[in-house]
Structures are given as C-alpha cells and as structure tokens.
C-alpha cells in the first residue's frame, strides 16, 4: 500500500475522539482552575506511588511518541502531507474520521533548524493549522480564527534557537523539538475538492536553511498509541526515549522529573536495562495498573453531560495539571482548545438509553436554536468501534453543508436517526445500523453560548 493510501486511512486520528470508557471512583473532582502535580489519590508503597505519578506524567508524552512514529512512517518528517479524498466507510485505521474537512498533517523534527511553513490567504472556507507539541499543547495556530484567515510563511523555531527570521516572516517559537503540524481545510462535498487542491499548490513547508542535514527517520511505533499501558516498564524506556528530544518546560514538572531519577526515569534512560532494585524495577513494571485508574477516575468524575451529550472544555491547555493532560491524552488526542472547536458525543438518548439501531430517533432543534458556530456543526454516526458504518446512501453525518436538508413549516429542523429509510424525509436521515451506535458532534469556531454553557444541545430521542 502506498504512502497517500495509508494517510487516507490514517488522517482521522485528528478528529479527537470522547470515546474511552471511564471508572466508576467516588474521587472529588479537583478545584476548577487548579494546576497541580500530585497525582495521588490511593495509598501506596512510596516507591509505588511515586511510579504511579510517573505513568501519569508520561502518560501524554509516550502516546505522542508513538502518534509521530506511526505518522512519521506514513508520511515522512518534515513533509506536508494533504488528504485529497473524502472520508469514506474503508477509513478504519484510527478512529472516528469525518467528512467535514480535508487534513494537511506534518511531523516536525527540528533538531536540524526551523522548518517554514508558507500558505496563502484563504478566505472562502474555515481552516486552520494546529501547532501540538508532544506533550499535547497546542500552543499555536494560524487560520480562519487565529490570523483572521490571513496566510503568510511561518518560521517555526526550536528551543534555544537565536537565528534571524526572514523579513516578512513570523516566529513560531517551539518549547519542543519535535511537534505535529495539523492542518484541517473545510470542504463542501467532493465537488469541493478541487479548491482545496488550488490551496495545495501554494503553501509548502520547507526548511529554513536548504543546507541543512535532512533529520534521520523515526523508528516504527512498538504498539498502538492507545494501547501504551501493556508496555510494563518498557514504557518507561520509550519515555526516556522521548524526553531526550522533548524535555518539560514548566519548573513543577521539571522538580518532578528530577524526582524520578532514582527510579531510572529521566531523558534518554532505558530503566529496564539500567534499574537493577527489585522493588523499583517491580513498581515500574505495573505503575500503568495504578496509572490507568487514576486517568479513567478523573475521566469519569469530569465529565459534562448534558441532555446525554458528553461536552469537554478543559482541553488544548493544561499547564502543571497532570492528570487532566492524560486524560485528554487518553480520549482526545491532539484536541484543539475549545474556541476553535468543541466535540460533544453521545452514547445514550435523552432517557439516558444507549443507541440501537431497532429504534427511531430524532434530534429536533428549534427555529433559531442551531449550533451557534461561526464556521460549521456537523454530526456523525458510528458504530460501537467509532467507525462509519454502512448504509445504502453512503452517508455518514447531516449538518449546515448538507444538500437536500428540509426544514419543518416553522423553521425548525429534524434529523432522523434510523435503520430504515424515513419516508419523505430522506433528505434528513442519518442512516443507522441494525445494532447499536454513538455519535458525534463537530462545533467548529463555536460562539460564547457554546463556550459558556447557555447553548444546549437538545437531546435525541426515540420515536414511537
């Protein structure tokens, strides 16, 4: 299979999937706003509990590593790819992939100098690049909210870098070397897909110095992303792998990391081969059993449902919060900060019943109650495994781009939710699978009534 057909399959990793079920612990949920690094919550053995801090901390980090490697062997480093195909049912290699946007990702290793990324002023269509350091900050972004739709040619700099930026050019300063670039273009079906490969051909990324070594390739992922806590203590050997490159850069983080240095833990450190203390080597060998169920408690206490409707907003930003960062990690991979965009997701109904394609649905919002966005709403159906799932019409989500859709005598709209075709109303109906289903929605520059709370998504309830 060829480079561009994996990245058809593999671009969806950025849709940031709610998807990972949680604990049922009774832990208070932490003081809005707090940043903290004490991850504790059960009484341990010290040299336990201070593992259990560690797979925590490293959490986010190690699932990165292995995000940028297994994207790194699709695509190459350095290299801006473009998705140039919708979304479609055989897109089944990462999670809930959408058919709102075409994505431009890259993974940037800038251990040989800045890369420069050039794109032009697009004003047509919502877009924007993310800029995600590997502890999963996304700590810039250029685009239709962030630069106002304005392009130009972005210096994207390493730590410690004290070159001079090109007249005309912007400073993108990096706290890490390495990084993922994600771009994501809206496209209005595959009429559409033309003009985005218009904008293709003027943006590039390019190093800033045409000299410079061409960085060394990265090693194949030694598992899936999500699936970091099999790994023993071998994760903490990935991790050392990834701090050598991608140090914290916050004081609290760095006190923690010097912490763990008795454990083995630190930049290039290779714990199951250096760590000879039984105790120590037996801690760290199961540190993800403690780890796992901190995260999946916090997840499970912080969570906001509404009308069944699963919203996070502590995401994109997390400073010294630990917990929250790996937990975003777990779930949320890569997420964007919320006012670029919000993704709700639903399990249950409004009676709080899960989804199952032997009933009917319907999402009713009232004349004027849409999603208050200043770009585009979507929803999409999947199945239990947060894939597209097959129907006769070859449709995977309804939204404000979607032709055909009828609105009701007094303004309002339906969206029918079902197995079988509606009569009349096809043009509203999100075709369902026999068995059961979630979905997803996509608020992308939602306004404040999303990101304060006052706009409720209305829940989906079954019919006769």
Known sequence: MSAGNRLVRTVAVVVLVLGTACSSSTRPPPTAGASSTDVSVAELSPVDELAAQAYVWGYPLVVSQRTLQKFGQAIGVNRLYWQTQLSGLNTRLIVAPNQDTLYSPAVLDLRQGPMVLTVPDVTD????????????????????????????????????????????????????????????????????????????????????????PVVPSLAAPPGAAQDVARAGIGFF????????????????????????????IGPGRHPSTELTDPAARDALEHASVEGERRIDAHLDQTRNVVNGWLVTFDVGRYGDDLLQRAAVAKVVWGANVPEEAVYPRSTVDGDGVPYDGARRYRLHFDAGQLPPVDAFWSVTLYGPDMFFTANPIDRYALGDRTPGL??????????IIQHDPPAGQEGNWLPAPAGPFNLMMRLYLPRPAVLDGSYRIPPVLPVG
């Open 125 to 212: 269509r919502y877009w924007t690049y993310e800029v995600l350091d590997p502890w999963t900050e996304a700590f810039a972004y250029v685009g239709s909210r962030a630069t106002m739709g304005q392009g130009g040619t972005f210096v994207i700099t390493p730590p410690g870098w004290s070159g001079t930026v090109p007249a005309g050019a912007h400073q993108v300063a990096a706290p890490t070397t390495q990084l993922f670039l994600l771009g994501r273009f809206l496209v209005n079906g595959e009429a559409d897909l033309a003009n985005v490969a218009a904008i293709r051909e003027q943006a590039s990324l390019v190093p800033l110095d045409p000299s410079a």
């Open 237 to 264: 050997d990935e991790l050392g792998d990834a701090l050598a490159l991608n140090p914290p850069s916050t004081d609290a983080q760095r006190d923690l990391m010097a912490r763990l240095a008795p454990l083995g």
């Open 406 to 415: 009828t609105r009701n005598p007094d303004g309002s709209l339906d969206l």
